[in-house]
């Protein structure tokens, strides 16, 4: 069986939906990462597919871009997430809504 | 210093009352004062050099804000505006004047001078964009002014005036928008000039539209019913001071802006909204006026008065004729002179009793006879007596509009009727009859500073009404020349046969004396 | 001869200001007899002004512009012509008398320097009203004794039935005005124009519909003026102001306003002869009307108010047949007798301590000889007896019914004449003869002052002798309105016997009926007296489907429409919008999940739409 751009990006579609419902459902704010990087993973594979069936690296370029941005997010996010155990001592998003409206 | 006089005009308050900040409290009001009568006497600078015979723009200056767009700083004085610019002036020193608030005086007199420069902005703006800004920053001293120094239910009557009339004023602005988008799509330019604007002639269901999206920033303004219900809440809580300018000149902005923007522009629309205005102007007339009868309270009863008065001079804006304009140009001044009297006459009494119900007093002409003459002139000034200030425009408009319906005419015309029976009603239970009330029988007769108010107004209204035609002769010829526009601009050949055609006329006259 | 004209004009309001600036100072006499000085210089400025229009000049002036507009010119324009010289002269003379009368008569009043000036603002406005070249002019007058008309009557404003009856004037003769400045619009709009002699001489251009249409609305106005029904009720009920003011005001001049006015603009009566008919047969009508109230009444100066009521009556129906200067003549001869009258009954009232009702008094003319000596003259003047002022003006109005062919306006006019002289000696009857009932109520009737009774002199003279000028009258005022042909000169003799004959068979019956004091009680159960006692129920109509339902109506109008409705609207629109927010403030919860679930649901609202525009498109597109 020939993996073709449809199975990248079926994969895509898989991982971005688990990435979705991670980020509706989980309560963790370090699970909710996790989502989030799953989200933009999914999105990775699906430029890169893309890339390589049109023949055009642009692509590819972008996936790296956001695999920057992904992991500069990630630090700054963990560095917060870090301060905001150190006060409180919980990650629970629920508890996190100080900008109630 | 003539060429920049208006801005001048503008300026001037809103400088001092930045500079009013450091005033010590105790000469704030001295310095409001000057402020204010510096103010006026330019105002008055500005009539002296003003060309009466000339019915153009005069005193223009231009600065370019936004060239791109083609919004400038653009200002003019017309004989329309003239007048409504030092009532202006002239309102705001008497309103300081004879302040009799003791609560935060600085606070105040800063704010009413910044007032009084969005006040003459409005009028002397020429450029849309610009009398847009104005117009919205009036909202913002007169909030503060009820907000602050009003009465129990202050909150919610500010908010109400101030949201219910950004509304209006928010359609308003996309018409703004649109116009200056059509008039890019005609010439290739942008312009928020009115006098570029006077150009143009737009097609008849633009005008429908257009016409429409002005009408609710001004309709609410003015305010027309079924729009006026934020007034007499307005009215109600905002101390003497806010209803004195509120009535006398912020009302004053919707109507003076039918007959800069609707009129001129809308030429066809006017004509075709004629009639359905001008029920909505009878309905004012009759229906508030009934509502001011019921009142129990002095003050909504001269509130409501005000929305009947103003039906009058929408329905001599609508007659479209000279007459008619000029009449109601003429009744927007003298309402500004007479409910202004009538709401200070209101503080007086409310000053001393801290009560505006009519059923509080009785037989107040007894203890405090000279309140009872002024309150007196001013009632009849107000139900339109010849000679009187009212009178002139109330005649002049329904005149005017008399060409274009006659049983229209006939059913405004009870404003002189349900106009008196109010007024009559009211003044009866407050003066007439013997004193009941003990708190009424050692009331002290107005005294000085009040008097600085009232008296150079009872003046005004009687000067004015005998002999109006220096007021009357400028207001003429601009109106003369927004009548002339208008009907080279019609383009329905209703329109045409509702407008006159003065050069024709004036043509006619040449040619009867050629003979 | 303008500075005449000028000094009879404005004497009278330099009097008016002078006696206010010490309105709210306690009672001077100098205020009154200055007032009265300056209305006397003005009474002389109008007689030389008379002595020269009877030269057969005139004198037109225009003082300054009043208002002028696009093609509209009015400017404070007077003239001095026959006609307004005659009202010029009726207004000073009356309010001359009446304002020295009242130095007397409110001697004891608080407001007497009040007093003087609203009274000097009153002839001012009359005269503005009388000497105005233009329908504004006239209008300003008009509007002007309306003014003052109000403040007279409501002078004693302790008083609810004063103030209530200044208001009420007021609001009906605004009612009219409303009619008087329609037809002033229709005047300029079809013939551009304001003034008088323009109007007139274009009057005949126009369609025979739109005159119709103007001399009905100026008309209305005149019913308003001059109290004609339905708008009659005001009258009677401003007899709550000080007796002058209503001799002054309300019989001698401000009433004829109206009366004036058809006779001024009888350019435009002469050309709508239909008009003028409906207008005689209305006047008749109140003629008789006014006079069956006046009938019972058992108020001394509401008897005199109908019996003037009844007189304008007459009035119209000379003017609406068009025999003005008959209407004139009537007019002016009927100010003088009927002040008279009411400036005796002031007399009277003072001397019962302000009582009215005449069957409390009785037998008066032991005290006030002076008074009812007067009075009787004025009696006898309006019930048209030979030689006096009443016998010529009111009999020619009868030959003019006669000479027209309106047989049943005659016969009308017939009865009231009748009626007149019935009421008349009624009162007189009543208050100065038979029986002293005021002992009874413990009054104690003392005469006037002397110089109240010298000055009233000259109006009993005038009462006598106004109408043995009638042939200079009619050379002077026929210069200026039309003649009426009589065609009753081979009846003529006949139709003064048998008006003569009902007047007299009138005053017989009513000595003859009262000479033992006032018919017996039983004959007020009787339903005429009930219904005229009552006005025929009218005042109690109108209150019940005019006032009544107005309040109601308004009360409605402010707490169901206004509040509940208009308002409700608006606080609903906002309430809508708060409530929006504040059942969507949930989303603003703060809680991060909640908040990324609704991105996600706004994220695929977003892509369907966004699919469901582009294929909407594109099927449009294909």
Redesign the interface.
């Known amino acids: 069986m020939e993996i073709t751009l449809t199975h990248y990006l079926v994969l895509s579609t898989i991982l971005f939906a688990i990435g979705l419902v991670g980020i509706m459902r989980r309560k963790n704010l370090l699970m909710l990462f996790f989502a989030t990087e799953i989200l933009l993973n999914a999105t990775n594979i699906g430029f890169a597919a893309i890339s390589h069936y049109l023949g055009d690296l642009s692509g590819q370029m972008f996936a790296f871009f956001i695999i920057a941005i992904a992991a500069s997010e990630v630090a700054i996010g963990l560095g917060l997430l870090i301060v905001w155990y150190k006060r409180t001592g919980k990650i629970d998003l629920d508890l996190m809504t100080s900008m109630r409206g | 210093m003539l060429d920049h006089i208006l801005s001048i005009l503008i300026f001037f308050p809103a400088l001092a009352a930045m500079l009013g900040f450091v005033v010590a409290k105790d000469s704030i009001r001295a310095y409001g004062i000057t402020v204010a009568a510096i103010e006026f006497v330019l105002s008055l600078w500005l009539w002296y050099a003003y060309d009466p015979m000339s019915s153009g723009m005069q005193f223009m200056e231009s600065a370019p804000l936004i060239p791109a767009f083609g919004i400038n700083y653009l200002l003019g004085i017309d004989g329309i505006s003239l007048f409504i610019v030092i009532l202006s002036t002239f309102f705001t020193l008497i309103g300081i004047a004879s302040l009799t608030e003791t609560r935060r005086v600085k606070d105040m007199i800063i704010t009413l001078l910044f007032l009084e420069m969005t006040m003459v902005g409005v009028f002397a703006a020429l450029d849309a964009i610009v009398f847009y800004v104005f117009w919205e920053l009036s909202l913002v001293p007169m909030l503060y002014i009820i907000g602050a120094w009003g009465g129990p239910l202050r909150i919610y009557a500010s908010v109400k005036f101030f949201l219910y009339t950004f509304t209006g004023s928010l359609v308003m602005l996309v018409g703004m928008l649109f116009m200056a988008y059509f008039y890019y799509q005609a010439t290739g330019m942008w312009s928020f000039s009115i006098l570029e604007w006077y150009r143009l002639i737009l097609p008849e269901n633009f005008q429908l539209w257009l016409f429409a999206a002005f009408f609710l920033g001004f309709a609410i303004k003015v305010p027309m019913f079924p729009f006026h219900t934020w007034l007499p809440y307005a009215h109600g809580q905002a101390p003497t001071i806010g209803s004195v300018i509120l009535a006398a000149i912020l009302l004053k902005m919707g109507t003076y802006a039918f007959v800069r923007f609707s009129l001129p522009l809308f030429p066809d629309a006017s004509v075709f909204f004629m009639f359905p205005i001008a029920a909505i102007a009878i309905i004012m007339i009759i229906y508030t006026a009934m509502v001011a009868y019921a009142q129990e309270d002095i003050k909504q009863v001269v509130a409501y008065s005000s929305v009947s008065h103003m039906g009058v001079i929408i329905l001599g804006t609508f007659a479209l004729n000279v007459e008619g304009v000029s009449g109601s140009v003429f009744l927007m001044l003298a309402h500004g002179v007479v409910s202004g009297a009538l709401f200070l006459l209101v503080g007086v009494i409310y000053d001393r009793r801290h009560t505006k119900l009519m059923s509080e007093f009785g037989g107040l002409a007894s203890v405090m006879p000279r309140y009872a003459t002024i309150f007196g002139i001013m009632m009849m000034a107000s139900v339109g007596l010849p000679l009187t200030i009212n009178f002139v425009g109330e005649f002049l408009s329904l005149l005017g509009f008399y060409k274009q319906s006659h049983t229209y005419t006939l059913i405004a015309g009870t404003a002189i009727i349900v106009g008196a029976i109010y007024m009559l009603a009211a003044y009866k239970k407050m003066f007439f009859g013997n004193v009941t009330n003990e708190e009424n029988k050692k009331l002290k007769d107005v005294n000085k500073t009040e008097l600085i108010g009232l008296v150079p107004l009872v003046i005004l209204a009687i000067w004015l009404g005998v002999y109006p035609k220096p007021v009357l002769e400028p207001i003429n010829n601009s109106v003369e020349s927004v009548i002339q526009l208008m009907h080279d601009k019609a383009q329905s050949s209703e329109a045409k046969a509702r407008i006159p055609n003065l050069s024709d006329a004036g043509a006619m006259k040449l040619h009867q004396e050629a003979h | 001869m303008e500075l005449y004209l000028y000094i009879a004009l404005f004497a009278p309001l330099v009097g008016s200001l002078y006696a206010a600036l010490f309105?709210?100072s306690p009672k001077s006499y100098h205020t009154g007899l200055i007032a009265s000085g300056l209305l006397f210089t003005s009474l002389v400025s109008s007689a030389i002004l008379l002595s020269y229009v009877m030269g057969g000049h005139t004198v037109h002036v225009e003082l300054?512009?009043?208002?002028?507009?696009?093609?509209?010119y009015i400017p404070f324009g007077f003239v001095v012509d026959q006609v307004s010289v005659v009202m010029m002269m009726v207004v000073t003379i009356v309010s001359t008398v009446v304002h020295v009368y009242s130095i007397g008569y409110m001697d004891h009043d608080k407001g007497f320097n009040r007093f003087f000036s609203y009274l000097s603002a009153f002839v001012f406005s009359m005269m503005v009203l009388v000497m105005s070249d233009n329908f504004?002019g006239l209008?300003?007058g008009w509007?002007?004794v309306g003014?003052c008309s109000?403040l007279l009557i409501?002078f004693w404003?302790?008083k609810?039935s004063a103030?209530?009856a200044a208001?009420e004037a007021?609001?009906m003769n605004?009612?009219a005005?409303?009619g008087m400045?329609?037809g002033?619009?229709?005047v300029?709009?079809n013939i551009g124009s304001l003034q008088y002699d323009v109007v007139f001489a274009e009057i005949h251009n126009l369609d025979q519909k739109v005159i119709t249409w103007i001399g009905i609305f100026l008309f209305i106005g005149a019913m308003g003026k001059s109290a004609q029904f339905p708008l009659h009720p005001w009258l009677a009920d401003a007899m709550e102001g000080p007796t002058p003011v209503s001799a002054l005001i309300h019989a001698a001049t401000m009433v004829t306003a109206g009366v004036y006015l058809v006779i001024r603009a009888n350019p435009i009566y002469s050309e709508i002869p239909d008009v003028g008919y409906f207008i005689a047969s209305l006047g008749a009508f109140v003629a008789m009307f006014a006079a069956t109230m006046a009938l019972v009444n058992r108020d001394m100066k509401r008897i005199i108010a109908y019996s003037t009521l009844s007189q304008l009556g007459y009035m119209f129906v000379a003017a609406g047949l068009g025999a003005y200067w008959v209407a004139l003549f009537h007019l002016m001869a009927h100010a003088f007798f009927k002040a008279l009258l009411f400036l005796g009954a002031g007399n009277v009232m003072h001397a019962m301590s302000d009582e009215l009702d005449p069957v409390k008094m009785g037998g008066l003319y032991k005290v006030m000889k002076g008074t009812a000596i007067l009075m009787i003259l004025a009696s006898v003047a309006l019930a048209g007896i030979w030689p006096f002022a009443g016998f010529f003006s009111k009999d020619k109005i009868l030959e003019v019914a006669f000479s027209s062919e309106h047989y049943i306006l005659w016969g009308t006019l017939w009865i009231t004449a009748g009626l007149t002289a019935f009421y008349s000696f009624r009162l007189i009857m009543l208050a100065f003869f038979g029986e002293e009932r005021y002992k009874q109520y413990g009054f104690h009737p003392h005469e006037a002052y002397r110089f109240m009774l010298v000055v009233m002199s000259p109006l009993a003279l005038l009462a006598v002798i106004a109408g043995w000028f009638e042939h200079d009258f009619v050379r002077l005022v026929t210069t200026l309105l039309p003649g009426f042909e009589f065609h009753t000169h081979h009846v003529e003799l006949m139709l003064i016997g048998v008006t003569s004959l009902i007047a007299v068979g009138g005053i017989v019956t009513a000595i003859l009926m009262y000479r033992n004091g006032p018919l017996s009680t039983k004959w007020e159960e009787h339903f005429c007296y009930k219904v005229l006692i009552n006005q025929y129920y009218i005042p109690k109509l109108y209150n019940e489907i005019f006032t009544k339902p107005?309040?109601a109506?308004?009360?409605f109008?402010?707490?169901e429409?206004?509040i509940r409705i208009?308002?409700a609207?608006?606080d609903m629109i906002?309430n809508a919008i708060y409530k929006t927010g504040e059942n969507t403030?949930d989303?603003?919860?703060?809680?991060?999940?909640t908040m990324?679930?609704w991105m996600?649901i706004g994220l695929v609202v977003l892509l369907a739409l966004a699919v469901a525009f582009t294929v909407g498109y594109n099927a449009i597109g294909a």
């Open positions: 309105g709210a300054m512009t009043w208002m002028a507009t696009g093609d509209l504004a209008f300003i509007e002007g003014l109000w409501g404003y302790h609810e103030t209530w208001n007021f609001i605004r009612i005005d409303l400045l329609i002033i619009f229709l300029y709009w107005y309040g109506l308004s009360r109008a402010w707490k429409i206004d208009v308002d609207t608006v906002a403030r989303i603003q919860n703060g809680n991060l999940s990324l679930r996600v």
